[in-house]
């Protein structure tokens, strides 16, 4: 080999490796993986997006930092709705500028920060779980029923959360003393919806509009036929056509939403659609984190994965669904347990409607809105507005049928929430006790005063 050769091949190889990392560098930016780019793992609320870094960050790699205003676009209505306790104007407000020594809670990251699972909490904060005495310190000497209770319980089930504290203000307390564990005719509340239709506008199998190649399925029409879509007079195409598009097999969402908006905006915010909110592909049981079927990983979710949009079926939707993926501890003790049973006895037309308890009467509860045609319930889609932290379920859910001072303990109780309710609760929360004895201190300090 030429001297000249020689001392060519080391600067080929070079120039080839570069090319090739520069290729590989490539793909990872360009490609659909961008998993390198992560530098740790993403809480439960968040890893579905965690690929879709402008989501959250200045640009779609992550560069910069996260922007204020990318929490409150996801978590700004419900803090609103929550009032929330601990709202930024609190922390912008020139008396409380000491506190922000301590934290400085203008900004969502101060206590949530992402891919740091070494200090992330299951409420994904990223402070001590004691730190409310930064604050609080001195609240046994303001509240004696406090005093000496330890700081780092201040957010266990049944006492303080800090953004919404609802459950747990006094005069809402005092409202609920004494009530009995089940109230004397629990029902969870029923739905008010438009009428579907009449004879007048029901449509009929003589009048189906899906192409010839498409009506074949006589099961599929059948239940059409049946549904309260043909009741209320929607045909095939206002579905699978709409406005004169090509015919979709599988409609998406967007078509959903033309009728039923609020359930998608819903379904859109919850886990189980926040990947379609953001232009990903959807959701899928193996992706998620919690234990599910393994005949329903790689199902797609969607408003169909639910209903089946022939033959509307609420009840189906209520249970079987959830029972079909889902596969944790909670899950499936359902089948037997008392609410179930309750479940079983109302779709049988052996108890009066609402006394039966399923899946998604907890987990995706009855909300009230006002459209066009005044006002109606619909079932909130999103069924984070209930999960964490669990006390939200206390005003929406549990008080439908329970007292409040039974339900604080059974949400506080881990067990027994494993057990999907079955037994007693071998917890007990002291909040409506607390809030009679700060009651009587102030009457009697009232009193003296006098």
């Known amino acids: 080999m030429a001297r000249s ?8 190889v070079w ?5 090739a990392l520069a290729g590989y560098l490539a793909a990872r930016l360009l490609g659909p993986d961008k998993t390198v780019f992560l530098p740790g793992a993403t809480t439960s609320g968040h890893h579905q997006i965690e690929l879709v870094c402008g989501v959250c960050h200045q640009d ?20 609103a709705a929550a009032d929330d306790s601990h709202p930024q104007a609190k922390f912008t407000d020139p008396r409380n500028a000491d506190r922000l020594r301590d934290i400085d809670a203008r900004q969502c990251i101060a206590c949530h920060v992402e891919h740091r699972p070494d200090i992330t909490g299951a409420m994904g904060v990223t402070l001590p779980v004691d730190f409310c005495i930064s604050c609080h310190a001195g609240v046994g000497e303001e509240r004696p029923t406090h005093a000496g209770l330890d700081h780092m319980t201040c957010q266990t089930a049944g006492c303080h959360n800090f953004h919404d504290n609802r459950a747990l203000y006094e005069d809402f307390l005092l409202r609920h003393v004494g009530e009995a564990p089940v109230r004397a005719t629990p029902r969870r509340p029923q739905p008010v919806l438009p ?16 192409p010839a190649d498409r009506a074949q399925d006589a099961a599929i029409t059948a239940d059409w036929a049946h549904s309260a879509h ?28 033309e009728c039923h908006q609020p359930q998608v905006q819903g379904f859109l ?40 949009p022939h033959a509307y079926d609420t009840a189906r ?7 079909s993926c889902h596969d944790d501890s909670h899950t499936r003790a359902y089948e037997g347990s008392p609410h179930h049973r309750l479940w079983l006895a109302e779709q049988a037309g052996e108890a009066p409607p609402g006394s039966g308890v399923s899946c998604a009467s907890c987990h995706m509860p009855l909300r009230t809105h006002t459209d066009a045609q005044g006002k109606r319930t619909h079932t909130e889609h999103n069924q984070n507005a209930t999960l964490r932290p ?5 005003r929406p859910v549990c008080l439908n049928c329970h007292g409040l001072p039974f339900a604080l303990d059974a949400l506080a109780d881990p067990a027994l929430i494993e057990r999907n309710f079955r037994g007693q609760p071998a917890q007990h929360v002291r909040s409506v006790e607390m809030a009679q004895e700060n009651l009587e201190r102030d009457r009697r300090r009232r009193a003296a005063e006098q």
């Open 15 to 19: 120039a080839a490796l570069s090319l």
């Open 390 to 394: 669990n006390e939200k379920m206390l």
């Open 230 to 257: 043909a009741r209320g007079g929607v045909n095939c195409t206002a579905c699978h056509a709409p406005a004169g598009e090509p015919w979709q097999d599988r409609p998406g969402t967007a078509v959903c939403a």
């Open 5 to 12: 050769d020689r001392r060519r091949w080391p600067w080929l």
């Open 269 to 308: 915010a919850g886990k189980h659609g926040m990947r379609l909110a953001q232009d990903l592909p959807a959701m899928t049981p193996a992706q998620a984190r919690l234990p599910m079927h393994a005949a329903a990983a790689h199902s797609e979710l969607s408003c169909a994965s639910c209903h089946r």
């Open 60 to 79: 779609a790699f992550g560069g910069g930092p996260v922007l204020q205003d990318a929490c409150i676009n996801c978590h700004g209505a419900e803090l």
């Open 317 to 323: 939707a209520a249970v079987q669904a959830c029972l």
């Open 195 to 210: 009428v579907a239709g009449d004879d007048l506008n029901a449509l009929r199998l003589a009048q189906l509009d899906a």
